[in-house]
């Protein structure tokens, strides 16, 4: 259970999660992430990094629980956790490939938001529950997968968008079987990794350079207004209902199942 890393080609590193039973990750997770995928990017043999999770769902977020036990430090220490781990994913000195299964939910869309490229699972869903979780954040990574209109009309309502939707916007590179994803993404993996190293790092930093939003800052930026609905109480009361009703209506139900099993 947690942060591991592998090998299983040259050039290639897998980062995978494992927090059952959904996935959500306490708050030494995230940074668990963001050391793992450093690592990666530094060493000089790996051309590419997939981010891959075991499990049912790829991720929940954060540890909803952890948080309702032990109150502001640990809001503080997920919300550091959480723009380390997506800090690291987008500022990887080598391209990043998530591996997407099941759901795909809060903090998850803040990975493969700042992924380079996303493979999913034909079962996979990608949202934000987070009006339901007494927070704020991540609008910056939706709006790198899907139109600014329907980010919107997603985050207000907590809907999920499936991966054949996202491959529609182009925000998914390929949708697979279950039992193929980890075939798919180390099949793209391994072409990314075919081209010079020291070249695809340029390519990295040249391709974060041009980016038109300041992804760190954005949802830092985010993040102000979440410490703002806890210091007013307003999010307390909102998690207080966490996993007692079903709150706004889905498109499927992966936010309700996650809910249970956390």
Not at 11 to 19: A, C
């Amino acid at each position: 259970m947690g942060v591991s890393r592998s090998s299983p080609e040259t050039g290639i590193s897998v980062v995978t999660v494992d927090y059952p039973p959904v996935n959500a990750l306490p708050v030494r997770g995230w940074f668990d992430l963001a050391d793992a995928v450093r690592a990666a990017g530094r060493d000089p043999e790996i051309r590419c990094v997939v981010l891959a999770a075991e499990g049912r769902g790829f991720n929940a977020g954060v540890d909803i629980k952890e948080i309702q036990a032990a109150g502001q430090e640990a809001l503080i220490g997920a919300n550091q956790g959480c723009a380390e781990a997506f800090a690291a994913v987008y500022e990887c000195e080598t391209p990043v490939v998530a591996a997407v299964q099941g759901f795909c939910l809060g903090g998850g869309i803040g990975l493969v938001g700042t992924a380079d490229a996303v493979v999913a699972s034909e079962d996979a869903v990608f949202g934000l529950p987070e009006l339901d979780r007494g927070a704020l954040g991540a609008a910056t990574h939706l709006a790198r997968l899907v139109p600014q209109h329907l980010m919107r009309a997603l985050y207000y309502t907590g809907r999920t968008a499936s991966a054949a939707e996202l491959h529609g916007h182009g925000s998914v590179w390929r949708v697979v079987p279950r039992a193929e994803l980890a075939g798919a993404a180390l099949e793209l993996a391994r072409e990314i990794a075919a081209k010079d190293g020291r070249l695809l790092r340029m390519a990295k930093s040249a391709i974060n350079g041009i980016d038109p939003v300041d992804v760190r800052r954005s949802y830092r930026f985010e993040q102000g207004f979440t410490f703002e609905a806890n210091l007013s109480g307003l999010a307390d009361r909102v998690r207080a209902t966490f996993g007692t009703s079903g709150g706004s209506g889905t498109r499927h139900d992966a936010r309700d199942s996650v809910e249970k099993g956390a």
